[in-house]
């Protein structure tokens, strides 16, 4: 089905993007903030099994792969150098940011999926947990200080615009 295709490729490019994002935010975690590396490097590992998840069910499926993967990778590792650089509490505004906007979306993707595509649902599922973990550390971590909305507005909407132009590719 054309739109459960859809949702796989969306989630897979997504969580391509996820792990750019970590890679990026523990380049300059290893050099200015050593205490949340740990933390970071186990996001990714979480982001990785995410990917890998989906990546599996694109190729056993036979289903194409978003023609942006390497834009969605240069975008995701551009942001995670931003937001490392803007300090610390940025890199789990930043996270927070985009959890909020991708569990509002897997929230929609598992509706539908239920009615539609069982071993896809699960999947979705499973994940939603590890990025709900993530939000919430990422919300008690970050920071409510007014200077931090508008990072949060920026990665929130640069988030649904990857999303929904990779509905589009
Ligand atoms: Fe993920
Ligand atoms: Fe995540």
């Given at each position: 089905?054309?739109?459960?295709?859809?949702?796989?490729?969306?989630?897979h490019a997504?969580?391509?993007?996820?792990?750019?994002?970590?890679?990026?935010?523990?380049?300059?975690?290893?050099?200015?903030?050593?205490?949340?590396?740990?933390?970071?490097?186990?996001?990714?590992?979480?982001?990785?099994?995410?990917?890998?998840?989906?990546?599996?069910?694109?190729?056993?499926?036979?289903?194409?792969?978003c023609?942006?993967?390497?834009?969605w990778?240069?975008?995701?590792?551009?942001?995670?150098?931003?937001?490392?650089?803007?300090?610390?509490?940025?890199?789990?505004?930043?996270?927070?940011?985009?959890?909020?906007?991708?569990?509002?979306?897997?929230?929609?993707?598992?509706?539908?999926?239920?009615?539609?595509?069982?071993?896809?649902?699960?999947?979705?599922?499973?994940?939603?947990?590890?990025?709900?973990?993530?939000?919430?550390?990422?919300?008690?971590?970050?920071?409510?200080?007014?200077?931090?909305?508008?990072?949060?507005?920026?990665?929130?909407?640069?988030?649904?615009?990857?999303?929904?132009?990779s509905?589009?590719?």
């Open positions: 089905m054309i739109e459960v295709e859809r949702i796989l490729r969306v989630d997504g969580e391509f993007a996820a792990i750019n994002i970590y890679r990026s935010q523990l380049y300059i975690a290893r050099h200015l903030y050593k205490d949340i590396v740990p933390k970071l490097e186990e996001m990714l590992s979480h982001e990785q099994q995410h990917f890998d998840t989906f990546d599996r069910i694109l190729q056993s499926r036979d289903i194409r792969h023609y942006a993967l390497s834009f990778a240069f975008g995701g590792a551009t942001l995670g150098f931003l937001t490392a650089l803007a300090g610390r509490n940025a890199i789990w505004v930043c996270t927070d940011s985009i959890e909020s906007t991708v569990l509002h979306h897997l929230e929609w993707q598992l509706d539908f999926l239920e009615k539609h595509d069982q071993e896809v649902h699960d999947a979705v599922f499973s994940i939603k947990a590890d990025e709900q973990e993530h939000q919430e550390f990422g919300r008690s971590q970050g920071s409510n200080s007014l200077i931090y909305k508008p990072i949060f507005w920026v990665v929130e909407k640069s988030t649904e615009f990857a999303i929904w132009l509905t589009k590719l």
